[in-house]
């Protein structure tokens, strides 16, 4: 971590949300908090009635000392490797890096993200089959069904097995799309 940073350290505690205290305001370290905004990817607007909360207490923000904070902040939020650390951990892209790499990381990383998260889907779903088929198998061995509850247990148990089949399928392939190349879609017409 560079020297600089360590008398900052106290506002990551301070100013981890976009609202600030009558202390915070009196004592602001405006380069520092906008620092800490630009590090968290707070939407600069968000930022900045944040600051202007501090007019309430008497208080004026410095908003040049907090945009240059804020910029050089971004400039470490903004680097490819945190847009890909972001969005595997599911965290949504907030639209603040103008940088092409940084999207294209994001992009990849939640692709990522997304084939982990229906692979555990799947195997949420494939358990849940199990535990049903074993029970519809006990329920089978009974002796206490009729012909039509005997037939919608065969047909279940044949509608689940074949889910379960498919979801398996889909299981092994869903790796393969991890070894794919990203592809951004772009939503704005």
Known sequence: MK???YPLLPLVVL?????LSKDECLQANWYGIGYQHGVNGTQYQDGVNALAQCSEFGVRADISEYKSGYDQGLNVYCEPENGFTLAMQGMPYNGVCNSTAFRKA???GNDRYQVQQRLIDIDDRIEEIDRRLHTIRA???SNQLDNQ???NLYHERKSLEDERNDLRK???????LNKLPSVEISTEW
């Open 15 to 19: 100013t981890g949300c976009t609202s």
């Open 149 to 151: 509850q005997r037939k």
């Open 106 to 108: 994001w992009q990849e």
């Open 170 to 176: 889909e299981r092994a392939l869903l790796p393969l």
């Open 139 to 141: 329920e089978l061995n």
């Open 3 to 5: 020297k600089w940073l």
